[in-house]
């Protein structure tokens, strides 16, 4: 899939499909968060799932054919 690119004045933005092997920055950030910092999010550390568990079930999830909506990542050159 070709990513979607959109430029302007002031910023690249890409859109294109994520990874699996990004799921591990995903599950990083949440455990390697201060539980406060979490709490500002509304995220309740206590029912994180471990690691594993979180990386197991997003196997599962790129397991499946892609639906609409599609899991995308977006980045912007610093």
């Given amino acids: 899939m070709k990513p979607i690119v959109h ?8 859109v294109r499909p994520m990874t699996l092997r ?8 949440f455990h390697s968060a201060a539980p406060e910092h979490l709490g500002m999010l509304g995220v309740d550390p206590t029912r ?11 196997q599962q999830m790129f397991d499946q054919p892609i639906r609409l909506p599609l899991r995308v ?3 912007s050159p610093i």
């Fill in 48 to 58: 994180l799932p471990q690691p594993s568990q979180w990386q197991r079930l997003y």
């Fill in 7 to 14: 430029e302007d004045n002031e910023v690249t933005v890409t």
């Fill in 73 to 75: 990542s977006v980045s």
């Fill in 22 to 29: 990004e799921t591990a920055m995903i599950i990083d950030y």
